[in-house]
């Protein structure tokens, strides 16, 4: 079945840098989440999409952007990266307001 | 603010044996909890999900349990197998629209041969 599919895998950037996340959801699914997770830690909730609106936030920096296309893929742009970006990126999709299916994982690291 | 939690961090059984993860929660007007396992360097793989308005949901192997008097939420592997090695977390839908998950701490399971 297919996936989530999350690019780039890995990204190494320096501070103050911009990065762009790219998440591909599942065929048919409308809606799309991002998370962020740093090492031993649990994913914590950035900001969703559904239908191509914006439609919940939560702890995401204003350094950081997100947008869901026509296609319902998103990207989720970063800028002025600091040290404590530096963590895993999730993106999860989902049916409307139903189980979120997670992507592999985009691993960034700001040196 | 609200947040969902687990008791024990670690837990080591024996292989074939049965496993209890526990969870606990403090928004009791959350009506959606979810057990994702995730392995190293991997995505969470969803479980198992129940809704507020059942007690127990079962899987293949796996059963959760909700108590909403006493807001806790279980996990039970039964005949555990190396494979099921990870860390598992419990997540709570908060969001109005979509869902907006807030996640526990996470158990990590180690299953001993």
Request: glycine letters at 8%; aromatic letters at 10%; charged letters at 20%.
């Amino acid at each position: 079945a297919a996936g989530v599919i999350q690019s780039p895998r890995h990204l190494i950037k320096e501070k103050r840098e911009t990065a762009t996340l790219k998440c591909y959801p599942i065929p048919r699914h409308d809606t799309v989440y991002w998370y962020q997770q740093g090492p031993g830690q649990d994913p914590q909730f950035l900001i969703s999409f559904y239908e191509k609106m914006q439609s919940d936030k939560g702890s995401i920096p204003d350094r950081f952007s997100a947008q869901q296309f026509s296609d319902y893929h998103s990207e989720l742009n970063m800028s002025s990266l600091e040290l404590g970006d530096s963590a895993l990126y999730f993106c999860a999709s989902s049916p409307g307001r139903n189980t979120q299916y997670f992507g592999p994982g985009t691993r960034l690291t700001v040196l | 603010g609200e947040s969902v939690g687990l008791h024990l961090p670690t837990l080591s059984v024996q292989e074939g044996d049965n496993s209890i993860i526990n969870c606990a929660y403090s928004n009791s007007a959350s009506d959606y909890f979810i057990w994702y396992k995730q392995e190293s360097g991997k995505g969470p793989q969803f479980i198992i999900d129940i809704r507020s308005n059942m007690d127990k949901r079962q899987g293949q192997r796996v059963t959760v349990l909700l108590n909403k008097t006493v807001k806790h939420l279980s996990l039970q592997i039964a005949a555990t197998q190396p494979g099921d090695s990870a860390v598992y977390f419990c997540a709570e839908n908060m969001g109005q629209g979509a869902q907006k998950l807030v996640f526990g701490q996470g158990t990590r399971l180690t299953i001993n041969p």
